[in-house]
């Protein structure tokens, strides 16, 4: 049985930093996808950052701000967040698939078979 839970949210102010934690049990993704939505109250679920085999895509909105990196170890995938603002305000979903693909195919939430719980994240200004 795959389980995915997620950690490490919280409130922080306009300008700090969180880091999340995805914990995959059950299997591997190394040759999948990995990765992060995020789900804002009355709006649709949004594509963050995946890892898809050896490639990384993240959504403009975080390019240079939010990192992805893996503990293969561990099989847990973290997502780093610097200067964050207050529209990152949302819960934050790990997700998993079993195939590597295109960006197009990444940032689509029928890509991904396994969810996790979700995390809240609160950005205050």
């Known amino acids: 049985q795959v389980q995915l839970v997620e950690s490490g949210g919280g409130l922080v102010q306009a300008g700090g930093s969180l880091r999340l934690s995805c914990a995959a049990s059950?299997?591997?993704?190394?040759?999948?996808?990995m990765g992060w939505f995020r789900q804002a109250p009355g709006k649709e679920r949004e594509f963050v950052v995946a890892r898809s085999g050896v490639n990384i895509f993240y959504a403009d909105s975080v390019k240079g701000r939010f990192t992805i990196s893996r503990d293969a170890a561990k099989n847990t995938e973290y997502l780093q967040m610097n200067s964050l603002e207050p529209e990152d305000t949302a819960v934050y979903y790990c997700a998993a698939g079993p195939d590597s693909g295109t960006y197009y195919q990444a940032r689509h939430t029928e890509s991904y078979d396994y969810w996790g719980q979700g995390t809240q994240v609160t950005v205050s200004s």
């Open positions: 059950g299997r591997t993704f190394s040759n999948g996808v």
